[in-house]
């Protein structure tokens, strides 16, 4: 319980004190050491529930169990780890005159406080207050995608703003639906919202009103999942704002709106006797990877060319949890890991490549291995992990969906498989002139900031060869409670 | 039909045509007026039901929308539009007697998409969710059709006053702690927006929406964005 109040309370305390701290040289640090202190709590209370199993603590409102345990602490470790990164990106692009220095306390606060909203979204248990801080995700987002002020960052920060309005707005009439039907078996008040309930009582929920319920559900949080059609918002927010805003919303916040999707889908599940949830998440998940496959090819930004990337990552992630079953859920929450450890990765080396180059302009990026090795093979490695090349956990997880979706859903795979290979031909062939072309550019004296990109980049790799029990342990008991 | 359901139902009514006056309002000040008499109405008609049902934590909630809808929010949408100084709004993207129509078609599919959740619901208030589902859809058509980022904003706003009204009319109001994060969120995000504006208006002189229509993934990125966008020849540019 305790566990639960530190990791939530820490992101709050930090922002905060950054908010007094403001723009004195030291706020990065202290950015940092909040960090830090989230992640050790969600750290502690990953050991906790390790030893002592799930948990729902203080008055049933928040709830940890083997689904959203190692998501906590995925977004606590990513979150520190960018929060690493961002402080020499930041510092230099206040140097070079891209934001007053003044504008970083906005940005630190903002940070902290869109980290917290993310941990409430995974820890309550109350449906309803998963909305709210979904809500609260894009509400502290909005001010950070438009943090350079520019008219492509305000136009992509309006978008954001009034797309993800909109979307968030028909999860809330999901939400009134769900709590409608919950209030006929649970009767009125505030347990009737609480998951933990209503998946205890999931058979007898008003099926009519549920499958409409979920249809809202998933266009409202699809919309942040960034599903196609409703990824409008995905690519510019992405490519317009600070660079670790782009690695965390790429690898945390479309995690966070999936995993909404997902306890939705569970309850759904359990009232309806038909696949109607799955069928719908499989649609939605194969249209994403095929259309973001090809819009890929078309890309000239660097930081656009990965958003759409993982528009195809969560598509496939999204089709996963529609095929069901222990073999597919298992595969889809550990490419959700993967995912997010490795996209983050390669926004960390895109941000220090676009940096040196001085231009997101793919065409104008040319030689990163000279300018700068590290940066280079960060970059390569990255996109070769998230390309699915084996022995990177990509590619273990692809291969169970793909092998999974071969013996049930056999109509799926060739889509599958020409999206992976046009994604494959359209990053690969970007990706390697941009580190190996020739550059008149010179080895610039300053040392980036590597370490987390190869510290993720490492994990990945680990996590293809050998996942640690306890982790195999935990995905399979949640693949089991998904379905 | 007790008298409680009959006033409920010409409060429905009642919000129905404000919602249908919004989107014909041209005038962004007039606009600001509809959506505070939209939440009056809302107030009016959740406390109408709070009394014929006995349900104190309504009480709670009639409070809660007209501090909120009645007088904060309007009074933050008049400051922003007297400090930004954009009264008139000239022309939507469809006119107006096509923009009617459409929203005829889209109270006849409200009003068919809650059929059978009203048939299961047990309320007094469960005629009324057609005509809640109705005016999301209504503020939701106002959103599109609108090219200037004030009228948008109420439209959203107006989104979920019609949410709210789903709200009480399926279920008697959600659990208090959810309908206060979500004034939370409302008031939050109205504040993030006003600062927002300012921004849009100093780097575009203007809020028109169409200077926020730039971004295309093949686009010449503009200058500020990009320091080596001048260095690309049309030759080497994508179709």
Same mark, same amino acid.
Do not use: C, H
């Given at each position: 319980m305790i566990g639960i109040v530190a990791v939530l309370a820490l992101p709050l305390l930090g922002a905060a004190v950054l908010a007094f701290v403001g723009?004195?040289?030291y706020a990065s640090r202290v950015n940092v050491a909040a960090s830090l202190a989230t992640f050790l709590a969600a750290a502690g209370l990953t050991l906790d529930v390790i030893a002592h199993g799930p948990q729902v603590a203080l008055g049933r409102q928040f709830l940890v169990d083997p689904f959203n345990v190692f998501l906590v602490a995925l977004t606590a470790f990513v979150a520190f780890t960018t929060s690493v990164f961002s402080r020499p990106y930041m510092l230099i692009e206040a140097e070079h005159g891209r934001?007053?220095?003044?504008?970083l306390r906005l940005y630190h606060g903002m940070y902290q406080l869109f980290t917290f909203t993310m941990l409430l979204a995974l820890l309550t248990n109350n449906v309803g207050v998963l909305w709210v801080a979904m809500e609260g995700a894009t509400l502290t987002t909005v001010l950070l995608v438009s943090l350079y002020r520019t008219p492509a960052s305000l136009e992509a920060a309006w978008k954001y703003f009034i797309l993800c309005g909109v979307g968030i707005a028909q999860a809330l009439f999901g939400t009134i639906l769900l709590y409608f039907a919950a209030e006929k078996v649970?009767?009125?008040?505030?347990?009737?919202?609480l998951w933990t309930e209503l998946d205890a009582v999931r058979g007898d929920l008003e099926p009519t009103v549920l499958a409409i319920a979920f249809v809202f559900l998933l266009v409202g949080y699809g919309t942040k999942v960034g599903l196609v059609p409703l990824h409008n918002w995905l690519p510019d927010a992405h490519a317009e704002g600070p660079t670790p805003v782009s690695a965390v919303l790429s690898g945390l916040l479309l995690n966070v709106a999936l995993y909404a999707v997902v306890r939705c889908k569970i309850l759904v599940d359990g009232a309806l006797p038909g696949a109607f949830a799955r069928n719908l998440m499989m649609g939605f998940g194969l249209v994403s990877v095929v259309v973001a496959a090809f819009l890929?090819?078309?890309?000239?930004?660097i930081k656009r060319l990965f958003a759409y990337s993982s528009i195809e990552h969560m598509g496939i992630i999204t089709f996963a949890f529609g095929l069901g079953g222990p073999v597919a859920n298992f595969a889809g929450l550990l490419h959700m890991t993967v995912h997010s450890l490795t996209k983050s990765a390669i926004f960390f080396a895109a941000g220090h490549a676009t940096q040196k180059?001085?231009?997101?302009?793919m065409q104008d990026i040319r030689g990163l291995v000279t300018i700068s090795p590290v940066v280079g093979w960060g970059l390569t490695l990255g996109a070769l992990a998230i390309l699915g090349?084996?022995?990177?956990g990509v590619f273990a997880s692809e291969f169970l969906i793909l092998t999974t979706a071969m013996r049930e859903?056999?109509?799926a795979t060739p889509f599958l498989l020409t999206a992976l290979g046009v994604a494959f031909a359209a990053i690969f062939s970007k990706v390697q002139p941009m580190v190996f072309g020739d550059t008149t550019a010179t080895r610039l004296p300053v040392r980036p900031a590597m370490l987390p990109v190869f510290v993720h980049l490492a994990l990945v790799l680990m996590l293809g060869l050998w996942i640690p029990p306890f982790l195999a342990q935990w995905y399979r008991s949640a693949a089991q409670l998904i379905g | 039909m007790t008298i409680g359901a009959q006033l409920i139902n010409l409060f429905a009514a009642i919000l129905l045509l404000l919602a249908f006056a919004m989107l014909s309002q041209r005038r962004v000040v007039s606009l600001i007026d509809l959506f505070a008499a939209q939440g009056l109405v809302l107030a009016l008609s959740t406390a109408v039901v709070a009394y014929t049902t006995s349900q104190p934590h309504l009480y709670q909630s009639v409070a809660l929308t007209l501090l909120l809808k009645v007088f904060l929010l309007p009074w933050l949408l008049y400051r922003m539009v007297r400090r930004l100084d954009v009264r008139w709004e000239f022309?939507? /993207?469809?006119?107006i007697p096509t923009t009617m129509l459409i929203g005829i078609v889209l109270v006849v599919f409200a009003f068919n998409l809650a059929l059978p959740i009203s048939e299961i619901a047990s309320t007094v208030?469960?005629?009324t969710l057609g005509i809640a589902i109705a005016s999301v859809m209504l503020s939701f058509l106002m959103m599109i059709v609108r090219r200037k980022a004030i009228p948008q904003v109420i439209g959203f706003l107006a989104m979920e006053n019609g949410l709210f009204f789903a709200a009480t009319s399926a279920?008697?109001?959600?659990?208090m702690v959810v309908e206060l994060g979500i004034a939370l969120d409302v008031l939050v995000g109205m504040l993030i927006l006003g600062v927002f504006f300012f921004q849009i208006r100093e780097q575009f002189?203007? /809020?028109?929406?169409?200077?926020?229509?730039?971004?295309?993934?093949?686009r010449m990125p503009r200058p500020g964005v990009s320091r080596k966008a001048q260095a690309v020849s049309p030759e080497s540019k994508q179709p």
């Open positions: 723009e004195r040289p934001l007053p220095v003044a504008r649970l009767g009125a008040g505030g347990n009737a919202l890929l090819l078309r890309q000239r930004d180059t001085g231009t997101q302009i090349m084996p022995p990177f859903q056999p109509w | 022309e939507g /993207l469809v006119n208030t469960r005629s279920t008697y109001g959600m659990p002189d203007s /809020l028109d929406l169409k200077n926020l229509e730039q971004l295309r993934d093949e």
